[in-house]
């Protein structure tokens, strides 16, 4: 696999202007199928049937080149599935920019697992440095709490899991990834958010939709609900056979301080 490290300077990445851009991007009470979605978009690439149940993709017969997919990942364990289930559609580079990450140590872990995956899975599937890789970022100390703003909104630091705090965060890490993603010439972004059970599925695609949307990167956005079809099961599946580090916490110094409170 290919592993490329970048500083965090970004081009294009505007922080936390999504805190209020793209709020209600769907009708109140609408409750898209985001999985259906993304299927219908893999049909109408014309490659063929999209085959993924959940414990194993069929890769349909390719004619042509692959679109590029720049997936957004918060760890190893989110991203077993949802690369088991694109890989046959997409060239993939796995975008891992996670400054939320607390404290360096537990990052590095994380990042070590996903290099880890990568480089087993690839090997398992004969995927090149071309149809898989990696692309990571330097971990600056602080750049959360400024990108979430949490000066003006200290706060958030108080709030539990699935708030306003994890919002802002899905939102600039999104951000980065469209901005990258325009700058490297993607045809999509999707994000590794939706296959946890603790994550809010429809806040991570209604700000992928609104980004796509807004027109300013000109990249597509790939929606997701990676923990239909016994998803969330397959990751742990696939951690136990790569024997991948499982963290017991979402990222933050402030989710993992209030769930030790619990």
Known sequence: ?????????????????????????????????????????????????????????TAP????????????????????????????????????????IYPFGEYSKRLDAMKRFIELFSRDNCLSDEELYLEAFDYREGEFEEKISLGDSPGLALLPE???????????????????ASERGFDYVCSTLTLSPYKNSLWVNEIGYGLEASGAFGVKYLPSDFKKKNGYLRSIELCKKYSLYRQDYCGCRYGLENSRKE
């Open 1 to 57: 696999f290919f592993l490329v490290f970048y500083d965090i300077n970004i081009p294009g990445l505007r922080g936390n202007i999504l805190q209020e851009e793209f709020k209600g991007f769907f009708w109140p009470g609408q409750k898209p199928d985001f999985n259906k979605l993304m299927e219908e978009i893999i049909l109408g690439l014309g490659k063929g049937a999209f085959l993924g149940d959940g414990l194993g993709v």
């Open 61 to 100: 017969g390719y004619g042509g080149e692959k679109p590029g997919l720049l997936l957004q990942t918060c760890c190893a364990p989110c991203s077993t599935t949802c690369i088991e289930r694109l890989f046959p559609y997409f060239k993939i580079c796995v975008f891992f920019y996670n400054p939320n």
């Open 162 to 180: 699935r708030g306003e705090r994890c919002r802002r965060c899905y939102s600039f890490r999104l951000e980065g990834a469209f901005a990258f």
